[in-house]
Structure formats: C-alpha cells, structure tokens
C-alpha cells in the first residue's frame, strides 16, 4: 500500500463526516445484502410440490408412487399445452419465414395469427396491433416462441425425470426426489412469474393499519412497509449507482475526447453538451420516462440520457488544466504516447473531482428517482420502491381525517430516504475535503 | 465583453434548434399512432374509422421521412401550434399560458424568503465560522440537501394544514374561487393575489396568500440549503483576503468590515445561485405543485404525463427548456458584466 | 574556452513560433504572438549555451519548440546533422515545409548558378549538401522519402536524445507516481531494459544527483524543493541524451540551494559530456554554467557570443543594462545601475524597427524605422544593433 493511499485514508477516517456517511452506507449495504433474511418475501408454493415434499420428508416405501402421482400432477398443471403450443407456434414461424420470403401475403399471416389468438395461444394484441406495426408484432412473436420452444423443451426434461425417478428406489430416491422437487420449484417461480421485487398484498383493507409485532412498520395499500423499506433498499441502490455510474462515464468519455482532440470536435461536443444542459432535467426525465413506457428501466435509462453533462464539463476543464502541467510535458518530452499521457498522468489527476462529484450525484438521483414513483411515473405499482410507499401515503395522510393517524406510512419509508441521501452526501463531502488540492502540500 | 454577448446570443438559436431537435426526437420514440392522437382531440379521434386515421396519417405527415416532419413540425411550431391538450381541453399553447402566471405567482412569493433567509443564514454561518452556530447550519444545510421535496411537502401539509389549519392546498378557498371566476372580476395581470388586490378585495388577497404560503415553505428548504452553502464558502474565501484583513487591522468594527466589504464581494456567486433558483422556480416545482394541488406549469406536466397525453408534455417542455435558456443567458450576460474576469471564456 | 569538439549537436535556424490570438464572435485568428521570431544559434557538443532575457521574451517557447512540445512556425531544427523539422508534423504540414525549405530554395539557386555542381558547391551546410544531391537525382519525392521514413524510430531518437529540465519543482513531477515511476519512465517508453536493470540505473542516478537511493518508492511530495529538482534531473538523464534544455531550472530555488543545483549541472556537463541550453532570466545565473550566451529581447537575439566576450565587451545597449542589474560580491566596486524605462512591449504588437527602441538610450531615427540583423561584429560575436558599444557605463 503506497504511502499517499494510507495518508489520504488516514484523513478520510479522521473526517467525522466520513465516517457518518460511511456508517450510514455499510448499514444500508448490509441490509440491501441481507435483504430475503431480513424481510423473506413470501414464495408461492405449488400444492403439489407441497405435498411432495412433505411425503419426502417421512418416506416410505408405499409413498414412493405417491409421491411420483404428485409430481405427475404438477406436470400435469405446468406442460399440459406445452407440446401443442410449440407445435402451433413453430407452423407459426414456418409461415413467418414464408412472409419474409413473399410465399405469403400479409393476410394470409394475419389470419393464422387470428387462428391462434382464437385458441388462446396467443394474445388479441397480436392481431390486432398487426397491420400498424406489422415489424414489431412479429419481433415480439419470435420472443413468444422462444420462450415457449424453452417451455417445451423444459418439459422433455421434467417429464424424463419423472420418469428416471420410477426406476430408483430407497434412499438414491429420496436424494433424487428432492433435486427433482427443488428444480420444479425454480420452474413454477419462472411459470407464475414469480419476482420478490413486488410487494405482496398482506391484508384484504386498504385502509392503513398501524405496526404491529408482525410488520412492524405498518400496513398501507395491502402492503407490508417494512417490507418494501427492506426491498426498496436494493431498488435505491440499484437506480443510484447504474444511473450514475453509466453517465458518469458517458460523461467522462464525451468530456475527454473534447479536451483532448480539441478543435472543431470539441466544439460540437460542447455545444451538445449545452444544449442537453438547457431541457429542464427533473422534466426531461419525467417526459422521456413517460415516452418509453413507464418502468424501472425506462426511468433509468431517462436519467442517464440526461444526467452525463456535468461530468462532461468538469472533466474537460480538468483536462485542459492538466494538459499544461509540466509534468504532462516532460512525458511528452520522454516520448510517452498519447493514451497513456492521458491514462497515468492526466487521468489520475482529474479524476477525483468527477468521482466526488458521482458520489455527490448519487442522492440527488435517488431523490428524483423516487419523485418519478412518487407521480407514479417510475416504479410500476406495488414495486418495492420507497417513493412508491411515499405515494400511498400522500392519499392516506391528506384524505385523513386525524394528522396522526397514518404517521407510519411516511415515517418509515421517509427516514430510509431522508438516511440513505445523507449518507451519500457526507461521504461527497468528506471526499471533496480530503480530495481538495488546496489541502494538499 | 461584447463579443461574449454577442457570441451567445448568436449560438442562441443553435441551442434552440438542437432543444427542438432533441424534443422531436424524443416524441418520434412513440410510433405513428400514438403521435396522431396528439394532433386530433380525443373525441373525434375516438370515432375514427381505421381509413379515416390512414388519411390523417398522410396529412399529418406521420408516414413522411424523419427530416421532413421535423420541418413540419417546426413550421407548426413557429405558429403556435402545439398540438391538443387532452388534460387541459384546449390547445397546448393556450394551456400553458393559462397556467404559466400561477407558477409565476409562486415563485416571486418563494424568491424574497429564500433569498433572505439564505444569504442570512450563510453570513452567519462564515462570521462564526467552526463555531457552534456554523455546525449547526451547515447540519441544517445537510438536511435540506437530503430531504425528497416530496417528503418535506406532505410534512409541511400535515403540519401546517391538517395539523394547524393554516394553509390549505390548492389555489384559493371555494367562495373566493366563485368570486374569481365571475365576471365581475378582472384579471390584470392574473397574478391571484395582485388582481385580488387591484379589484379592491383585501379577502381574496388573504385567500390566496394562505393558500401559497405552505408550497413556499416546502420549496424553501432545499434552496435555502443551496444558497447558504455558496454564501458561506464565498463569505469565507472572502473574508481571507487582503483587503479585508486591511479593513481589519485598520480597526474598523466588525460589522463594517463583514457589511461593507466582505459581503458585496461574496454576493457574486450568491447572484448566480440566486438566478439560477428563479429558472429552477419556473421550470421545475412539479412535486410542490402536486402535493400542494394547486395549478402550475409543474402539475400540468405530472397529470399530463400520468394521462399519458403527449402533447401536452411536448408543448411544457419545450416551454420550460425555452425559459432555461433565456434565464441563463441573462445570468450569465450579468455575471459577464459584474465579474470582468470571466469575459473571455 | 572554445569547446575542442566541434561537432554541432543542435543548430536552429531562423526558428519563428506564433502564437494565434483568437477572438470576437467566431474565434477567428486575429492577431499573432510573435513569441519567438526568427532566431538562430549553434550549439556544439559539451557546450552549453546559455538563454537569458527578461520575463516574456520568448525564451521558454524557444526550448518548448526546439523540444517540439510545440509546433514551429518556421525554421529548421538540426540534431546531429539530421534535419528533424518535419519528424513531428503530419504529411501534408512536411510535405510544404519540404518544398519551401529544400525543393523551392534549389530550384531558384539552379536558376542563379546554372549548374548543379555550382549548386552544391555554393551551399556551405553539409546537410544542403545532401538534400540537394538527392533532390536533384530524384526530385522532391526524393527528399520525403528520405525524410519522412522510419519516422517512428526517428521520433524515438528524437525524444531520447532532447531532453528538459522545468522550472516548477512542483508541477513538474506527476504528484500520484513514485519516483521509481518517474525517473523511470523514459526509459521504460524507450525500451532500456528490463524493470530490474531500470531499477538499478533508476536507484544509480538517485546517486548521481545526490539522494538516497533507498527514496526511491517514495511520492514526490515527500521531498523538498531542491531535490525534487534533482528528480527532474535525474529524469532528464535516465535516458542518456544528448542535449538538454533546461528551462529555468533554478529560478523557483532559494539562493544558497540555486547554486548547489548549478554545480550539479556543472559536474553531471563534464562528466557525461552533455550539451545544454540553459534557459535562465538574469545573466548572474548562467554566468557560472554557460561557454556561450545569447541575449533574447522580445522574440530576437540581440546579441550572441562567447560568455567571457559578453561580459567583458557587452556590444548590445540591452545587454550592458542587464549586465549593470547583476548584484556584485564586492561592496567596494560602486557600480552604477541602468534601470531601463518603460514595461517590454507585447509580442502580439512589436515595435517597429529595432525591438529595443522605444527603451534604449542610445536610440536613433534610423532604429525605429529599420529592423538591424544579427551581424558578426568581431570573432564570433554577434549583435544586432546599429550602433554596438555605443552605450556603456
Ligand atoms: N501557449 C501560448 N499561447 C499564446 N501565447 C503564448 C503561449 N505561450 C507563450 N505565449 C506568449 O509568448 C511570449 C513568450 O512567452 P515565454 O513563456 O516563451 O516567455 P519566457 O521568456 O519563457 O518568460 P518567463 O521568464 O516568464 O518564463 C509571452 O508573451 C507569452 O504570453
Ligand atoms: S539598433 Fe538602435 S534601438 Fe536598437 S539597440 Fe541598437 S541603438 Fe538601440
Ligand atoms: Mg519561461
């Protein structure tokens, strides 16, 4: 460890606020960590994987063909049109190739996706969204088929693992069995669509109702918050270091090639930067957001298309600063290439301000992530997303009648909010303090 | 200097242009369908035969290569013509400027307390510098940094309206909205509490003031914070410096050196802070606005976006991205004249 | 003291660098920064040529282009008898700079001599020589061929053999890289050796310039002033160059560690043999280091010759006030100091004439309407002014 590094890290953990920050954090990265211990989300069972179970679990003889009924019966459940469904959706393809040939018309491949949609293999959509985006329909058919060809094909293998378990006996059975079971289990998760991310509805009212020894942070909208605290962790995290991380280099990337190539490159690349700089941003991401589609993703994706101009700019001042150090020119002298002036010398040298800077960034981005939700314009409903909970209880705290009533439903998932931003902030600041070149020499 | 100003009024266009350009952009992502039904207002849209909407499709250009709508569409542009807003049930340029003066209205009761307090706050925290008042705010500072607008907005709602009664949401109370919405009430400026004023209706006045005191305190803090961040940083590389030790050790008082020397050189970048606020006030108190009912530019755009209605969200951004511009450049023409140094770049 | 050696290891010849000056609404070029403007000067191997002139006269941009960290506007650089102007330009900047210097220049002397061996009989550099052989058995393209080929591996000679020395002992070294890292990058670029044999020289030179080799893992920030000007020092010779220009180099030191820095340099010229420029703004520094001295005023050399010439017959008005601004050890020579008037003009809008009128006091009507040249007044003693030692104290 070089002799700089312990330094800066001595005054980094001498900071109080770092240390703060960083507290902050390490507590919401175990949690995020430990997140289906703290709050187990709610796994469906199937009933008769259930019962399969159980017979495992005091196996006998005369259970073994009980058991094997039960697992026949899941198959049952699971892959009964799996084989019809992929005979039908390969014709389907057969007919999709032929239209890319002209050995069909438009009409023909029309009526047999109208074929289809009456067996209710397929969705209406299809059939009624195929002469406006004829292209698109048919992208989303080819994904339809895939996944059904890997249905179908998970079906052979479950079934021929039935059918491997009839032939074993004893306890080469039961080991058998329980690899069996857990792999069925995976399968119906994946059938049912089965994602943690969702908060699970815990009441039948929607009526908020107060922490309890069972959900300690209260009900709202059917939800468990301390659930959707716990989970919603892991949504902060995720929006708030993709988000930044992606522009941050995005950023890093357009800045430096400006700076470094100069001339007219620079001057497009800067002046795209202003005009990115000039659409009001909380608005730029609520609009894009809203054009692609509401969702995690596209909400992520909107703040990094607009969220890499800051980096850009500071980079580039950085650069065009470090360009004229003499040091940069006794490499230059010593005859060191181009890329690696900028990878050792320039770099390093300027990349401290843009990590603090993201550090910085990364609250404030959680925040207008969360004011995304808050409109209902991010997380889809019932995510597990502190902005979401947030919205809830908007409804409840200015429906209600008595201010104190609902307090739990904006406490809880409020303080993790208000927590986790500070945390980033102090950690940005401490940074900037121990960073700060005028501190230095 | 000049050729700086000149310099950025010429590029203005071309930011504009590329605003345009990004915006169009981003509402081609929608596909043809989508896009007519902002052209057509929903009713008629809804009666449409599916040759009807191939014929409009044509009209409107919807099936012409890329470059050729966009010269449409900026055509249409330059003729005030935005589109239909399905949430406002008018033209989208009607719309806005029906609620652009609401936005207005808050944003020039929101500037006087933020400013004041702010650069207060600041001061004080630079003149005890390290004292226990500096932790203090600068803790103050860190909260309202980190506290979701969203957060502090119902809190401010919960307080001062469910709690204490003080200031209701919305814009105006029943009976005074009555009163606004006759015809014996004209609108001069169609600022609330200014027209309230001119017709001689001290009531209404009050109304309107209560009903825009909470969204003002839920915006304050976060700016608050901002703004005594950069004056006490300022304040503090100020008052190193020369001339201000010479004050100093000339022995005038305290309080004339920190007034009369320390602070006007300080305000420099408070005014920047201070401008750019006034963009951000304008353009941007989507969740204040929401939390808060009250009509706006910023609500208009949340319910337009929720009601999915395209044109709506179009015409607000491009009329908000429009005032960024404007602002920025007259900050930064100002800042260009007060602070020679930067006249160059 | 004449050098023995005559070999000449660099020779610059009529080297300008503008600098653009851009403004107004479009940024376009609307004036030139004359910062250096037509100057030239030989050095010899283990010679040192000293550079002295006030504060803006071009002296650092002389060694930055001879470096070619920046690009020359004109002129001709010759290292070793190798003409490495075009070396850093790219193809279409060499192939004018071909034409003008070589192509264009023959072509007008072949019409003057008629013959090609008059030619080349009437060039008196062998480098001429050369090029115009080639050019007249294979033209133009001739001469690229030869230029332009291997320009990798010229470059690499080129960086290896010109080395610099910064003046900033704080800015010059990479504060995030060890000194190991530093001293050894040249030759790390320049394929010296294994990283065992770079860390032997590396931890070598350390002794050389007069630190600890054990400091060798150690950041530039640990060390103080002077020795991380030894550093830089010891960077400069890691790669065993030729000639190195040091810019300044003592300038941002106290006194007392000035002068040990300088018999540094001193000792290091005569033990390896090394070739300097040594860029410094007062002649009491170079006077102890320089065989050779040229008086820089605004972009020009106002005078040129040996150090002993200098200072015992300074021809140069400019000269004789700088020499009158050396402080002197001995309080009893009573010396009387010249302080010139006015600020030095600007580059971008140089005076007419002789740079040096508007502040010389010997000046004539003649100064601010002609422009001298630099005439070889005595035995290697150059000076450009119309009325050399006219004016002494
Ligand atoms: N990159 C540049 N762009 C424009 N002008 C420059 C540039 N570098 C130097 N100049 C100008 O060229 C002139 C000569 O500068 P230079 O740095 O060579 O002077 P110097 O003699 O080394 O001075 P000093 O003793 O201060 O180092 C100055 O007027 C300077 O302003
Ligand atoms: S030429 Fe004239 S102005 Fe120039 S130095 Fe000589 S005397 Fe002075
Ligand atoms: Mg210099």
Redesign the interface.
Do not use: C, W
């Given at each position: 460890m070089?002799?700089?590094f312990k330094r800066t890290l001595k005054r980094f953990f001498t900071n109080p606020s770092a240390l703060i920050g960083v507290t902050i954090l390490i507590f919401f990265i175990i949690i995020a960590i430990f997140a289906p211990w703290i709050a187990p989300p709610k796994i469906p069972v199937n009933k008769n994987l259930e019962k399969a179970r159980n017979l495992l679990e005091n196996y006998s003889e005369e259970n073994k063909y009980l058991i094997i009924n039960e697992l026949k019966n899941f198959w049952d459940d699971t892959y009964f049109f799996a084989e019809d469904d992929y005979i039908e959706l390969s014709n389907l393809m057969e007919t999709i190739a032929k239209f890319h040939n002209k050995e069909v018309s438009s009409n023909e491949l029309k009526a047999h996706i109208k074929e289809l949609t009456d067996y209710y293999i397929l969705n209406i959509t299809y059939y009624e969204k195929f002469d406006e985006e004829t292209n698109k329909v048919i992208k989303n058919l080819k994904k339809e088929y895939n996944k059904i060809e890997k249905k179908y094909k998970e079906s052979v293998i479950s079934l021929n693992l039935i059918n491997e378990l009839e032939k074993i006996d004893g306890e080469e059975f039961v080991k058998q069995a329980i690899k069996v079971v857990s792999r069925f289990d995976k399968n119906f998760h994946e059938a049912i669509g089965f994602n943690p991310y969702i908060m699970p509805n815990v009441t039948t009212t929607r009526t908020p109702i107060p922490p309890s020894k069972e959900h300690p942070f209260g009900i709202v909208n059917q939800k468990d918050i301390f659930y959707g605290v716990i989970w919603g962790t892991r949504t902060a995290f995720e929006i708030g270091l993709v988000v930044v991380a992606i522009s941050t280099v995005i950023g890093l990337f357009i800045g430096s090639v400006a700076a470094y190539f100069g001339g007219w490159l620079e001057e497009v690349l800067m002046r795209i930067t202003d005009i990115f700089m000039s659409i009001p941003f909380m608005l730029a991401a609520m609009v894009l957001t809203t054009i692609l589609g509401l969702g995690i993703k596209n909400m992520m994706i909107a703040l990094i298309v607009f969220g890499w101009m800051v980096t850009a700019r500071l980079i580039r001042g950085n650069i065009l600063q470090a360009k004229n150090?003499?040091?940069v020119?006794?490499?230059?002298?010593?005859?060191?290439?181009d890329f690696?002036i900028i990878v050792?010398?320039i770099l390093?040298?300027t990349i401290f301000p843009v990590l603090i800077n993201a550090t910085m960034r990364i609250g404030s981005m959680v925040i207008t992530a969360a004011a995304l939700s808050f409109l209902g314009l991010g997380a889809p409903q019932g995510y597990a997303d502190w902005g979401s909970i947030l919205s809830y209880s908007r409804d409840w705290i200015i429906g209600g009648t008595n201010p104190t009533q609902y307090w739990f439903t904006i406490l809880y998932p409020g303080i993790a909010m208000i927590l986790f931003v500070i945390g980033w902030n102090l950690l940005g600041d401490a940074l900037r303090d121990v960073f700060d070149p005028r501190m230095?020499? | 200097m000049t050729?700086y100003i000149?310099?950025r009024l010429?590029l203005l266009p071309l930011i504009i242009l590329g605003v345009t350009l990004i915006v169009f952009s981003m509402s081609q992502l929608l596909g043809p369908l989508k896009l007519l039904s902002t052209y057509v207002d929903p009713n008629t849209y809804a009666k449409m035969s599916e040759r009807d909407i191939q014929i409009l499709m044509k009209q409107y250009g919807l099936t012409d290569p890329f470059p050729v709508r966009y010269g449409k569409w900026v055509k249409n542009l330059l003729k005030g013509d935005l589109g239909w807003s399905v949430v406002g049930k008018e033209p989208v340029l009607d719309a806005l400027i029906h609620r652009f003066p609401y936005t207005i209205e808050l944003a020039l009761y929101a500037l006087f307390p933020i400013i004041g307090v702010g650069i207060w706050l600041g001061v004080t925290a630079a003149v005890h510098h390290n004292s226990f008042i500096d932790q203090f705010i600068r803790i103050f500072a860190l909260i309202g940094w980190s506290l979701p607008d969203f957060v502090w907005a119902i809190l401010v709602l919960l307080i001062f309206y469910i709690g204490l009664g003080w200031f209701p949401p919305g814009n105006l109370s029943i009976w005074a909205n009555q009163i606004v919405k006759s015809a014996s009430f004209k609108n001069y400026t169609h600022l609330l509490t200014i027209d309230a004023l001119l017709n001689g209706r001290i009531d209404i006045f009050w109304d309107a003031l209560r009903h825009i005191i909470g969204p003002v305190i839920a915006i304050s803090w976060l700016w608050w914070a901002n703004l005594l961040r950069i004056t006490r940083s300022s304040m503090l590389e100020v008052l190193r410096k020369d001339y201000v030790r010479t004050a100093r050790s000339k022995g005038l008082p305290e309080k004339v050196v920190i007034n009369k020397h320390a602070r006007k050189n300080a305000l420099i970048p408070v005014v920047t802070t201070a401008g750019q606020m006034v963009i951000g006030l304008l353009t941007g108190v989507v969740i204040v606005e929401m939390v808060f009912v009250r009509t706006g530019l910023g609500s208009f755009a949340a319910t337009a976006a929720q009601q999915l209605d395209y044109a709506s969200i179009m015409g607000v951004l491009l009329f908000t991205s429009l005032l960024l511009i404007i602002g920025n450049l007259i900050i930064d023409i100002s800042y260009a004249i007060i602070d020679p140094r930067i006249r160059l770049g | 003291m004449m050098p023995e050696n005559e070999k000449v290891i660099l020779e610059v010849e009529h080297l300008k660098k503008y600098f653009p000056v851009r403004?107004?609404?479009f940024k376009r070029v609307v004036a030139q920064v004359q910062a250096v403007d037509d100057i030239s000067f030989k050095v010899h191997e283990g010679e040192t040529l000293g550079l002295v002139g006030e504060s803006g006269c071009g002296k650092s941009t002389t060694g930055?282009t001879i470096?070619r960290?920046y690009e020359p506007t004109f002129g001709r650089i010759i290292l070793e008898e190798e003409d490495t102007t075009p070396w850093f330009m790219t193809t279409t900047e060499a192939k004018r700079y071909i034409k003008i210097m070589y192509a264009d220049r023959f072509e007008k002397m072949k019409q003057e001599f008629g013959s090609l061996d008059e030619v080349i009989k009437n060039l008196n550099k062998e480098i001429d020589k050369k090029y115009a052989e080639i050019y007249f058995e294979q033209g133009e393209t001739g001469i690229r061929q030869d230029m332009m080929k291997d320009l990798t591996e010229k470059?690499?000679y080129?960086?290896?053999n010109?080395?610099?020395i910064?003046?900033?002992p704080?800015?010059?070294?990479?504060?995030?890289?060890?000194i190991i890292e530093?001293i050894g990058?040249?030759m790390k670029?320049?394929k010296m050796g294994t990283n065992q044999e770079i860390r032997d020289r590396v931890a070598h030179l350390m002794e050389i310039v007069g630190l600890s080799k054990d400091y060798i893992y150690?950041?530039p920030?640990?060390f103080s002033g002077g020795q991380r000007q030894r550093i830089?020092i010891a960077?400069a010779l890691a790669?065993n160059p030729k000639l190195i220009i040091s810019d300044e180099a003592v300038s941002a030191l106290d006194v007392s560690i000035q002068s040990q820095i300088i018999n540094l340099l001193v000792d290091l010229k005569n033990e390896y043999g090394l070739t300097f420029v040594f860029i410094a703004h007062d002649l009491a520094v170079v006077k102890h280091i320089s065989d050779k001295i040229a008086v820089m005023y605004l972009g020009k050399i106002a005078e040129l010759t040996l150090k002993k010439e200098l200072f015992d017959n300074p021809l140069h008005p400019y000269t004789v006030s700088l020499m009158s601004a050396i402080p002197i050890p001995d309080p009893e020579v009573k010396k009387k100091r010249v302080v010139l008037e006015g600020d030095v003009p600007s580059p971008l809008n140089p005076p007419s004439g002789c740079r040096f009128h508007p502040r010389c006091p010997v000046a004539k009507e003649i100064c601010s309407k002609e422009e001298p040249s630099l005439n070889e007044i005595s035995d290697n003693h150059y000076v450009s002014c119309f009325f050399p030692g006219e004016f002494k104290i």
């Open positions: 070089s002799e700089e150090e003499q040091y020119m006794a490499a230059k002298a010593l005859g060191v290439s690696f050792k010398h390093p040298n230095r020499h | 050729t000149i310099r010429l | 403004a107004g609404v930055m470096l960290l470059r690499r080129f960086r290896k010109a080395q610099v910064f003046q900033d704080y800015s010059s070294l990479n504060p995030r890289l060890r530093i990058e040249g670029v320049n150690r950041y920030h640990q830089g960077r790669v």
